[in-house]
Every structure is written in C-alpha cells, then in structure tokens.
T-cell receptor, first 116, second 111 residues
Framework: DTGVSQNPRHKITKRGQNVTFRCDPI?????LYWYRQTLGQGPEFLTY????????KSRLLSDRFSAERPKGSFSTLEIQRTEQGDSAMYLC??????????????FGDGTRLSIL | SQQGEEDPQALSIQEGENATMNCSYK?????LQWYRQNSGRGLVHLIL???NEREKHSGRLRVTLDTSKKSSSLLITASRAADTASYFC???????????WGAGTKLIIKP
C-alpha cells in the first residue's frame, strides 16, 4: 500500500492559465474523490468517480473544471482559465466500494494552487 | 454545503490532558467519521461510527454518537504534542456516497 499520490505538490500560475493535477489512488480502490480546501475550512466536495465513471459533480463546480479517470486508475483534474478564487488546496481521496455506506477515505497530501 | 459543525473551533491544552471536541449535524446519517489533518498534509481517517452504534474506541480515541441530538464527540485521552492537528467530522447521509464535512477543530497541545 503506497498510499494516494498527488502531483504536483505545489503549482503557481498566472491568472488565466490552465492547470492540470494528477492523482494516483490506492490500486485496489475503485472510488476516487476530488475536494477543494481553503484555509480554516473543511474539504469541499468537487466530484467523485466509481471506476472510470464520473457519478457525481458538485453544482458549485463551474464549467472551467473538468475531471477524468480514463482507465479507472489515476485521475486528472483540470482547471481552465484560472481565477484568483481558485487558489486552494486540491485534495484527492480514494476508497473501496462498501454497499450503501461510505467507507473510510484515504487522502493524498494535496496540490496547493496559487494564482498570481 | 457543510453539514457538520465542530465545536470548539480551536482548543489549546497541556500535554497529558484530555481533549474533547464535538460535532453537530443536521440530517439523518448512515455513519459519522472523524479525520485528522496535520498542517499542509492530507486528512487521515481516525474512526468510523455507524448510526446504530453509541460509542467506539480506538487506542486513546473515544467517539460517541447521539443520533437523537444529532451530535458526536471525539475524546483524545492523555494528549501528546503529536496530536496537534485539525480534527474534522464527516457525515455520510447516504444516497449519493458523498461525505459532508465540518470546518474542523484546531487542537494545539502545549508541551
């Protein structure tokens, strides 16, 4: 178990640029989640995959955000035309499917995005 | 939206003392989970308590759940400097496999 890996750890970019983050979940986990976290707040749900299918996307997520999990393994989160308000920590988590209830989620250490 | 609310927002105690933090939520749940987050790191799962359970222990951690009051508490006994972190509760309301998170309690253990 190598844990959930996220790359890069830090990303600094100018407003208006596109950025892409990668998440490698624990290999046997079929569920993968993306969250956004700002200072002093809890994680805010962005989207969730079961295998390669994106099953839910937050209504708060603008069209500038897109996520993929093409082979049901790693996932990417892209933000197009970044804005100042996108500055945050982006967290990825994975878990096993566990019936009707959520199983414990395993988190990566996140990608910290800073928009200049 | 954030369903859980942790209380207090911040807590500072001496090493060796017990730390108690509380979580309140709004809707019926399948389970409630507690996580710890060290500064600049991801969250680490601590304990999961199901809606039909009232108390659960794991090492120095004790979690209680009162579904009638829609609240949970996390007790850390004999605190250590390494327990310094933010602690979050997350509720599983079922239906969409989404956890709803509170804003966390920042715990500082003074040596």
């Amino acid at each position: 178990d190598t844990g959930v890996s996220q790359n890069p750890r830090h990303k600094i970019t100018k407003r208006g640029q596109n950025v892409t983050f990668r998440c490698d979940p624990i290999s046997e986990h079929n569920r993968l989640y993306w969250y956004r976290q700002t200072l002093g707040q809890g994680p805010e749900f962005l989207t969730y995959f079961q295998n390669e299918a994106q099953l839910e996307k937050s209504r708060l997520l603008s069209d500038r955000f897109s996520a993929e999990r093409p082979k049901g393994s790693f996932s990417t989160l892209e933000i197009q035309r970044t804005e100042q308000g996108d500055s945050a920590m982006y967290l990825c988590a994975s878990s096993i499917a566990g019936g009707v209830s959520n199983q414990p989620q395993h988190f990566g250490d996140g990608t910290r995005l800073s928009i200049l | 939206s954030q369903q859980g609310e942790e209380d207090p927002q911040a807590l500072s105690i001496q090493e060796g003392e017990n730390a108690t933090m509380n979580c309140s939520y709004k809707t019926s749940i399948n389970n409630l989970q507690w996580y710890r987050q060290n500064s600049g790191r991801g969250l680490v799962h601590l304990i999961l308590i199901r809606s039909n359970e009232r108390e659960k222990h794991s090492g120095r951690l004790r979690v209680t759940l009162d579904t009638s009051k829609k609240s949970s508490s996390l007790l850390i006994t004999a605190s250590r400097a390494a327990d310094t972190a933010s602690y979050f509760c997350a509720t599983d309301a079922g239906g969409n496999y989404q956890l709803i998170w509170g804003a966390g309690t920042k715990l500082i253990i003074k040596p």
